[in-house]
Every structure is written in structure tokens, then in C-alpha cells.
């Protein structure tokens, strides 16, 4: 229409020139012009309404600050250099988002999954009760499920959403019944296999002080690839892009037209630092990974997408199917980030104006004030804690490091497993851990008043939250050699899993190569002799492994399974064993598999 007003204008102004009167045509004309240009300002500025968006993803219950690389962030200088920022913790979570939306008449706070799953101690030990209130307290909206939201099987993920008492351990005080999440978990690919409805809510409309946004929320399609088979029992997990084109649609139909995807799957960022561009050298250009096709095949209808699941930070621009930018977000994990969107919002059209929208991610550090209320919660689940949680269960010398292709956390966590196996069959030859269940690493610096080097119940639990069990089988040398390709090929092709291996095995890892051929052909050796492709072995590992997860499918066929105890148990019984006050425990070596950059 405004491309319109030059033409109009001088046709009028010739028209008065015809009859002599060209000045006083001009500035009869000029006058209702200029009123209606700024009367179509005005009338734009009145049409659209500020909105902000805050999102944070994969807090993992980490209400305490979180201890060593688990606690920090990268951060871009303006000289090109890095440096690193102490982040996270909820007493800080709650200060920024609050400082954040002062001065934001509409604003919205979501997140995009795994808020409860793999958590510390002071969450995890009483089923992430505590986690869900301090969210209920610092005013999350809604979210999307994460694949950690099943660790513990449906029924604990419905009864986290609607409240009530543990259906074993019970209420923790007397007359205090948990009251559940306030806030929809939205499960739009979730769905039950015999009915094919959604287990919880597959979007929810906020209304914000007289506008409407809806929102999606799916996890990851592979799910059940990294979750015990007893935590989906029951269940199936749709592809991502088609359940949200298909409620995007359904939200469409009911006039609403403002839609976000919270979207628990991500990208792997070329930069580690958060704060990096994304798309310089091109929209998108500093992103790879599963969440990029997701983004370009997603409908236009969605306005942005809020992801997670790699625990990577970033903001980037990645065109929808129309060619139209979008943005597509993540805040790293553990309540480190949050991301801020502020974008205008279309009273007309009653959508967001895609052109507005601008993102950026934030640090929590630690250097504002705590928020009180959150003080106040986190010390009353301390107290509740305080008998498990401060008990020693070892001493180290050094930070043991969860770091690197194998790291020596992972290798002490596989001689513990190797060690519980011996206890269970003398016959036991090695074990396997996967990397994904090493959640933080051990540091040497005191969390509490325990003093330096000491281990506590808790900070193993932050190691190994997930109360796997520690099973026995048989694999032939060839279906080990095969367990190691599956490492760097089929389901672990474009992103690697390097499980973490006990004392014994060696092998060479070539990773100028491709597949399967990455692992180099006659490396495989225990106790320095190479692995017999006909010989029997006996296998440690947690039972995720022992059922294939992690695209572990070779595992799963292994034979005469012997299910034993605790992973977390058999750990803290070897820190114990094997470390003392004045003879810690050093940092393995980390140099079982040689590898070849």
C-alpha cells in the first residue's frame, strides 16, 4: 500500500498544475498526506504489542550450583579470546529470570525439557519433588518433555504433573503432600501404543494479558534408544516434525496463529562459547546436527523453535520450508543460560511478527544476589537430605574429569563395575560404561564443609544418578569387537559414543576414518592378547547398556545375564576399598584407547 503513495501524490499535484493552481494544490494535498502517513504510524504502533519469551532447557534438577565444567560457561571476548564464568544454580536461576522481566508488560517464561531426569542428589533423592517446586516458585510456565522425564516410567512423569506421594517412599514429611507441577508438561509425540492418544497434553494457548501463543512440545523420536525399556514401557515416540505440523495446524484452526515448538532435541555449535554467531558466514552456517533438518521441515506456521537435549548453547537463524529466517534457540544445560526472545506481536493478525523476533542467550552467574524464596527452599531439602547426602564414601587427590573420548572418571567408573562383577562371578574379564550416564565430574575442591578431597554420597550421586544395576553377560570377542565399531557407526555414525572401558582392554581408535573402520582392525586386546573372535567373555555393565541403549544393539544379544545391585553402590564400595585420608585416590591415566586424530 505505502509503495502506492508516490504515484497517487503526483498525479494530484499534476492535476492542480492544469488549472493553475499547482502551489495551493500541492499544499492542500501535502497536509491530509502527512496526516495519513502519520496516522498509518500511529495505528501500526497501536497494532502491535512487546512480547518476551525466556527459555531454559535441561536443568536436570541442579538446584545447587553445579560443581566443576558442570558449573561453567565460555564466553566470547571482544578480542577473540575465551573465558570461563561460573554459572548455574536455582537461587540464581530465579534472580535472572525475575531481573529480566521487569519492565516486560507480556512476558512468558518455558522451557524445552529434561527439568527433572539424571539429577544431583538434593532432587534426585526424593523423585525431583524439590525440582518441580523451585519451578512452581520462579514462574515456569510451561514445557516440553524431555527424554529424562521416563528415567522413572510414565507413571512417576503423569504423577510429577498432577501431585500426590510417592507410590513406595511416600510422603517425606508428615502432612505435606507434594501438590505437583503447576505448569503443563506438553507431550504432543508421546502417545500410548494402544490408543494412540497423547500420555499428557500435546500443546496449551497462554493467554498474556490479551494475546495468545500456543505452544508444542515434543522430545526426541529416539527416545526409547536412550531410556531403560522399563521407563516407555507401553509407549511410542512420533517423529518430530510431523506431530508438530499437525497441532500447529490444529492450533491454526482454533485462531491461533502466534506457535512455538519447545522441542527437546538439538545442534552441535561449531563454537563452544555461548555467546558466538551463529550465522556468520550465513543464516545457521555455526550449527549441525539433528535439530537442523528438524528447523527447515517444520511448518512456517511455527514461529520459533525452543530446543535442548545436547546441552550446547546457541542462537541461530535457520529458514523455514518457505525460505522465511526463524529462530531456533538452546541454553546449554543445568540452569547455566537462560535465553531471552523479545519479538512484537500482531493484534491484527493475531501473530508474532517473525521479522521482530531477536534472541540472545544470558549467564546466571553467581556474582548477583540469591534469590531468598529459593534460599529458603533449597536449605529446607538440604536438612531433609543432610543424613545421606554428607556421608564419605572416599577421598581423591585431584578433579576427576568426565572430559575427553575416554576420560578418567569413565575409567574409574568401569574398574569399580569390573571389580562389582568379580564379586558377583570371579570370572568377569572387563566392563563397559557408556559416557551419557557420567553426569558431572568429581572434584577435588570441598562442595560443603566436608573438607578438600573428600567424596560425600552426594557428589557420587551427581555421578551416577540413575540407579542403574550392574548386570553380567557373555559376549563372544567378535560380538565385542562389534560393540566397539557400534561405537562410531550405524545409530552412533554421526555422533560418536566412546564407551568408557575398564583396566585390561586396549584397543586403537582411528578417527581419520570412517565407521566401523574407525576402530582399527586387531587392536582389540585384554591384558595385552589380542581378542579371540571365538573366545567367551564375561562383560560388566549397567543395565541401559545390557538392553541396547545407546544404539548398543550387540549388547542386547549377549547371553547368560546375571542382574546384580546398585551402579552408584558398587561405585562408592570401590572409592572406598581403594582410598583413604592419607592415600587418595589419583586420576586414572585415561590412556586404555589410543587415539588417532
Given amino acids: 500500500m505505502s509503495a502506492n503513495h ?30 495519513a502517513h502519520e496516522s498509518r504510524h500511529s495505528a501500526e504502533r497501536d497494532r502491535t504489542v512487546d512480547l518476551q519469551m525466556l527459555a531454559i532447557n ?22 577473540g579470546t575465551t573465558k570461563t564464568v561460573d554459572a548455574g544454580g536455582v537461587e540464581y536461576l530465579a534472580s535472572s529470570l525475575r531481573s529480566a522481566r521487569q519492565g516486560h508488560k507480556r512476558t512468558v517464561t518455558v522451557a524445552a525439557g529434561d527439568i527433572v531426569g539424571a ?30 522425564e521416563f528415567d522413572e516410567g510414565k507413571d512417576e512423569l503423569l504423577r510429577l504433573q498432577k501431585g500426590g506421594c510417592h507410590p513406595t517412599d511416600g510422603c517425606y514429611e508428615k502432612g505435606r503432600k507434594f501438590k505437583g507441577a503447576d505448569y503443563p508438561i506438553l507431550s504432543a509425540n ?12 500435546p500443546y496449551t494457548i497462554e493467554h498474556i494479558k490479551g494475546i495468545k501463543v500456543g505452544f508444542i512440545g515434543v522430545t526426541l523420536e529416539s527416545t526409547p534408544d536412550i531410556v531403560t525399556a522399563e521407563g516407555v514401557k507401553g509407549l511410542k515416540f512420533l517423529d518430530e516434525v510431523e506431530t508438530i505440523n499437525k497441532y500447529s495446524k490444529e492450533l491454526k484452526s482454533k485462531g491461533v496463529n502466534a506457535i512455538v515448538a519447545l522441542v527437546h532435541e538439538g545442534g552441535f555449535p561449531a563454537s563452544g562459547s555461548y555467546n558466538y554467531d551463529c550465522d556468520a558466514g550465513g543464516d545457521g552456517k555455526g550449527l549441525s546436527g539433528p535439530i537442523v533438518d528438524i528447523a527447515k521441515n517444520t511448518s512456517p506456521d511455527v514461529d520459533a523453535l525452543i530446543t535442548g537435549h545436547t546441552h550446547n548453547a546457541y542462537v541461530c537463524t535457520i529458514p523455514d520450508p518457505k525460505g522465511n529466517d526463524r529462530l531456533v534457540t538452546s541454553a546449554a544445560s543445568f540452569g547455566r543460560l537462560y535465553t531471552e526472545l523479545n519479538m512484537k506481536f500482531d493484534k491484527r493478525t493475531d501473530d508474532i511478527v517473525r521479522a521482530s523476533v531477536v534472541g540472545s542467550n544470558h549467564v546466571v552467574d ?21 543424613p545421606v547426602a554428607n556421608r564419605t564414601v572416599g577421598w581423591i587427590s585431584q578433579d576427576i574429569t568426565r572430559n575427553g573420548n575416554e576420560s578418567p572418571l569413565g575409567d574409574l567408573i568401569a574398574d569399580a563395575q569390573l571389580a562389582y562383577g568379580r564379586t558377583l562371578d570371579p570370572g568377569t574379564d572387563l566392563a563397559l560404561m557408556n559416557p551419557g550416564g557420567i553426569r558431572t565430574d568429581l572434584v577435588h575442591k570441598a562442595s ?4 578438600d578431597g573428600v567424596v560425600t554420597y552426594a557428589e557420587g550421586f551427581a555421578v551416577q544418578p540413575f540407579s542403574n544395576t550392574v548386570n553380567l553377560k557373555d559376549l563372544t570377542g567378535a560380538q565385542l569387537i562389534t ?48 581378542v579371540d573372535p571365538a573366545a567367551t567373555y564375561r562383560v560388566a555393565m549397567n543395565n541401559f547398556l545390557a538392553g541396547g541403549g ?17 551402579d552408584l553402590a558398587a561405585f562408592n564400595a570401590y572409592l572406598t576399598a581403594n582410598s583413604s585420608a592419607s592415600a587418595p585416590l589419583a586420576a586414572p591415566a585415561a590412556n586404555r584407547i589410543t587415539v588417532v586424530q
Fill in 58 to 79: 535441561d536443568f536436570h534438577g541442579n538446584l545447587e550450583p553445579p560443581a566443576g565444567s558442570s558449573g561453567r560457561v565460555t564466553e566470547l571476548q571482544a578480542d
Fill in 190 to 201: 508421546v502417545v500410548n501404543e494402544k490408543t494412540g492418544k497423547p500420555l499428557l497434553a
Fill in 448 to 451: 560443603g564443609s566436608e573438607g
Fill in 483 to 530: 560393540v566397539l565399531q557400534q561405537q562410531v557407526s550405524g545409530a552412533n555414525a554421526a555422533a560418536p559414543k566412546i564407551l568408557q572401558i575398564s583396566a585390561g582392554l586396549t584397543y586403537t581408535l582411528d578417527l581419520t576414518k570412517t565407521g566401523a573402520d574407525r576402530v582399527v582392525a586387531g587392536s582389540v586386546k585384554l591384558g595385552g592378547v589380542p
Fill in 366 to 386: 553467581r556474582t548477583q544476589t540469591k534469590a531468598a524464596d529459593m534460599t529458603q527452599l533449597v536449605g529446607h531439602w538440604q536438612t531433609l537430605a543432610a
Fill in 550 to 566: 545407546d544404539g548398543f544393539g550387540e549388547l542386547a544379544n549377549g547371553t547368560n545375564q546375571v542382574v546384580g545391585g546398585d
Fill in 6 to 35: 508516490p504515484r497517487r501524490h503526483a498525479a494530484r499535484k499534476a492535476a492542480a498544475a492544469a488549472t493553475g493552481l499547482a502551489a495551493l494544490g500541492a499544499l492542500a494535498i501535502a497536509m491530509p498526506t502527512a496526516q
Fill in 119 to 148: 539429577s544431583p542428589l538434593l532432587s534426585g533423592l526424593f523423585h525431583d519433588e524439590p525440582t518441580v517446586e523451585a519451578m512452581n516458585k520462579l514462574g515456569l510456565d510451561v514445557t516440553g518433555v524431555g527424554n529424562h
